[in-house]
């Protein structure tokens, strides 16, 4: 005697997403001095740290286009040892609290305290993390699961433009009043003044 065939029941599967599929944020990347504050040459005291004007008016901006903001710099006044990592953190803590009251909080920090030459012990070495390498932007990519084709990163150096073209930036903005490091490059955007940036986010 045959048996009644069983009703089919389906299996449903539940598909977990990749991880990679969170929406990804875009982020306005900003070397600090020369483009946050005025470059007095190894800048740690916040008696010596003056806004230059337009980064806020910058930052709001960006925020309000749905950016977060990541600041990258290079720090060899600790690798030379001119000052230390607490005494960075500790300005930047307070520089952080004035972009905050300023509307356009800063997501995140990353720092390279390292130099090639003349870099002290442990800070003396060839870092990835330092400008024109792209290890910083790299690092906040992964951190903050950033989309760096649609991110942009404004510095005051050739070498601030160079890290963001190697980690993928497609919007390289170099600020630069005296126009000194100008050169016909496709992928450098010249502003003389912060504000013109706004224009670019």
């Known amino acids: 005697m ?10 449903r599967f539940r598909l977990q997403p990749p991880f990679n599929m969170a929406k990804m944020k875009k982020a306005l990347f900003l070397d600090r001095d020369g483009v946050i504050n005025y470059n007095h040459g190894y800048v740690y005291k916040i008696q010596e740290f003056d806004f230059i004007d337009g980064i806020f008016d910058i930052t709001k901006a960006a925020i309000e286009k749905g950016y977060i903001i990541i600041i990258v710099t290079n720090q060899a006044g600790i690798g030379r040892g001119y000052y230390t990592e607490s005494e960075f953190e500790k300005l930047m803590s307070w520089v952080r ?8 909080p800063v997501h995140d920090v990353y720092f390279s305290p390292f130099h090639p030459k003349s870099g002290v012990g442990k800070y003396k070495k060839d870092s990835n993390l330092r400008k024109p390498n792209p290890g910083m932007i790299l690092k906040a990519e992964k951190d903050h699961n950033i989309d760096l084709s649609e991110s942009i990163m404004i510095g005051d150096k050739i070498s601030d433009i160079q890290a963001g073209v190697a980690a993928g930036i497609k919007k390289n903005i170099l600020f630069d009043p005296s126009n000194k490091d100008a050169m016909e490059n496709s992928y450098i955007i010249y502003i003389n003044n912060l504000k ?3 224009s670019y986010l």
């Open 97 to 104: 609290n004035c972009f905050k009251s300023n509307e356009s």
């Open 196 to 198: 013109d940036a706004i």
């Open 2 to 11: 045959q048996r009644p065939a069983k009703p089919f029941t389906p299996v």
